[in-house]
């Protein structure tokens, strides 16, 4: 049950992100690959 609710914590986490990179990077292209490099990273 705990892992359940971690998964769904990191999926909503996920789309965040993705989101929130989706959004910087209409901003600046700059940082949408300094966000793809740290997402590369970090998995």
Do not use: C, D, H, K
């Amino acid at each position: 049950m705990r892992a359940e609710a971690r998964n769904r914590l990191s999926q909503a986490g996920t789309r965040g992100a993705l989101s929130m990179i989706s959004r910087a990077a209409s901003i600046s292209p700059t940082f949408l690959r300094m966000a793809l490099v740290i997402v590369y990273l970090g998995i």
